[in-house]
Each structure stands twice: as C-alpha cells, then as structure tokens.
C-alpha cells in the first residue's frame, strides 16, 4: 500500500513515555460530479474524510462501515480498496499529555444506500454533516482555516494537514478519475 505523502508529527509534540498506536480508517467517495463526500465539522468549520478509528474487535472493513453509518447515514456500502495510508505523530484528542503513532488507511469506497446519521459523542458536539464538495475547494477551505484557534488545539495540529495531504495526493494521481462514482 502507497504512503499519501510522509510522516506528520505535531508542531511542539514531546514525548515522555511509551508512544501509542492508533488505527483508524477513512473513505473516499466520489459522485458522477467530481466532487468528494466530506464529513463538516460546524464547530471547526473544515472538511475531513469520513472515518475513524478502528476499535480492538473489529476488521477495518468493519471499522469503516460503522464509522459511515454514523458519519453519513450510509446503510449499504462497498468497499472497493486500498488507496494508502498516512501516519501521524500527535497527542490524543482529549487533551492528555498522550502519544500516539495514529495510521490511517483510505479506502475508496461506494455507498449504494443512504439513511439516517447516528452521530455519536464527538460527532453531535462539533455538529458534523456530509457534503458532496470539489477536491479543490476543500483544499483551499482547509487551507484557510488551518492556523486558526481552534486547529492549533494540542491533538488538532495534524488534522488538517493529513486530510489536504491526502486531498493535494488525490489530485496529483488524478485518482479521482478511477474512482467509481456512488
């Protein structure tokens, strides 16, 4: 499987113990417009891949529909393959002095059927929607709200970066082009 691009570490990470591991999965899906379905995030005003981490019990394929379920309301899926991967360097999300080696692998992916979201936790905080929207315009967005208060959160440096990495890596491979549409 492809590296998307090279290792991220997180702007003034210090690690003073056993450093993690964290696996999550992401999807890319793309309609007959060219555009990519995102998860928004209201609270941070950005776009991500839809996707999360993938608990001890579970396959990745398993991982990846849960997290679709939730995100997108996606009720019938296929999971076409392996695109590639990134790997971070970064603190937890909550804030704790905590660091994890977080890989994440992107699939792409069809949904055939769409339901009802069934957010949870995180999800109903930051107030996340899909949205069908061009690669481009999700770039720049990300790009333009990336030094702000809110993605300089000790665990939120990366975010960003890892998602216009793949973005930037998606459109130089023009893989959008050999993505099947949903």
């Known amino acids: ?3 998307l691009g090279p290792l991220i570490v997180e702007e ?9 591991t964290r696996k999550t999965v992401r999807a890319i899906i793309k309609n007959e417009h060219e555009e990519i379905l995102m998860v928004y995030a209201k609270t941070f005003d950005d776009f991500t891949f839809p996707g ?6 579970e396959s990745d394929h398993e991982a990846l529909k849960r997290e679709l379920k939730e995100e997108l309301g996606a009720t019938k899926i296929q999971i076409l393959n392996a695109c590639g991967t990134t790997k971070e360097m970064r603190y937890g999300v909550k804030g704790s002095d905590n660091v994890y080696m977080q890989t994440s692998t992107y699939y792409i992916c069809e949904v055939l059927e769409f339901g009802k979201q069934d957010l949870q936790g995180r999800e109903l905080l930051h107030g996340i929607e899909p949205k069908w929207v061009k690669i481009e ?9 990336i030094k702000d208060e809110k993605h300089q959160i000790k665990g939120l440096k990366t975010v960003l970066i890892r998602e216009n990495m793949v973005l930037n890596k998606l459109k130089e491979l023009a893989l959008c082009e050999n993505l099947k549409s949903s």
Do not use: C
């Not at 999360?52 to 019990?57: A, K």
């Not at 315009?137 to 709200?145: G, K, L, T």
């Open 1 to 3: 499987m492809i590296p």
């Open 12 to 20: 003034g990470l210090v690690s003073k113990g056993e450093i993690k």
């Open 52 to 57: 999360g981490g993938v608990m001890p019990d």
């Open 137 to 145: 315009d999700a770039i720049h967005h990300n790009a333009s709200v």
